[in-house]
């Protein structure tokens, strides 16, 4: 579905895709720490660009040992064609974006077939 994704040289922030029912997908990232305000999703053209960045907020705390990184992100994926960004939400620091694959519509057409050693005809009879 997602014709490709494209490569964060550290891998962060992990994320997950999954298909949720026959025309439904949903890429989860782990985004831990991160506030609502601190995340940005964008659709450009084919792209979906999610991006992290937090505020510095390091006035009056001192840390004895800061093991929990607040670095920022921007994670790409390039969608199919045709593919809907239905929604997104934020729950216990997994950031779920929806996606929709609408079925293509089946046409039927009807091909006439010719007597041996006519041509062709055009749309045009």
Known sequence: ML????????????????????????????VAGFSMEDLQITQEDNQLVIRGRQKEEGEGRIFLHRG???????????????????????????????????????RVRTIRINGAGRPVASDQD
């Open 3 to 30: 014709d490709r994704v494209q490569k964060n040289a550290e891998g962060y922030p992990p994320y997950n895709i999954e298909q949720t029912a026959a025309e439904r997908l949903r890429i989860t990232l782990a």
């Open 68 to 106: 929990i990184a607040s670095r920022q992100f921007q994670r790409a994926f390039v969608l199919a064609e045709g593919i809907e960004v239905e929604g997104a939400w934020l729950d216990n620091g997994l950031l779920h974006v929806d996606l929709r694959r609408p079925q293509p519509e089946t």
